[in-house]
């Protein structure tokens, strides 16, 4: 999901407008076309009455399904130990992996995330109490597939 862009447009005169949005070409976002009626002066000295003007964005399809978890340390972790587990984001692009482990109280004191190459990384993270905790993995903006990861605690 990419953030939205503001699109900023300046009509010539005053009037009843009617504002078209299309995604993809031919299909209109929901609630497209949308009308609008502006108010001011005129600022072109032109007669036309009928004015047109388009914008054409390119558009990036960026996931974070091409990220990849695994390990046992995505489900069930033990007290005292060096709980793990793998991340893939070799066929995600460029961006900065954030990693979170909050527990039953409080967050996790210790989180290693170590970077092993070609966007593979490794994480380990030690627990002091029993519980439930929840396990935050981002890709940038975008939790990874299966994010957030209920963790056990015996």
Request: hydrophobic share 35%.
């Amino acid at each position: 999901i990419q953030p939205l862009l503001p699109l900023f447009y300046t009509p010539m005169a005053p009037g009843n407008y009617m504002i078209s949005i299309r995604y993809g070409g031919l299909q209109h976002i929901v609630g497209s076309p949308f009308k609008s009626k502006v108010s001011g002066p005129r600022l072109s000295g032109g007669h036309n009455l009928h004015e047109t003007s388009s914008v054409h964005m390119e558009t990036v399809n960026k996931s974070s399904a091409m990220v990849v978890s695994h390990g046992a340390g995505l489900s069930k972790a033990f007290i005292g130990q060096k709980n793990a587990f793998t991340v893939d984001c070799s066929k995600a692009g460029i961006n900065m992996l954030m990693v979170g482990v909050h527990g039953p109280i409080a967050p996790c004191e210790e989180v290693y995330v170590k970077h092993m190459g070609n966007r593979m990384y490794n994480v380990t993270y030690t627990v002091k109490e029993q519980g439930s905790y929840i396990l935050i993995v981002k890709w940038g903006d975008e939790s990874v597939p299966g994010s957030p990861f209920h963790v056990t605690v015996p």
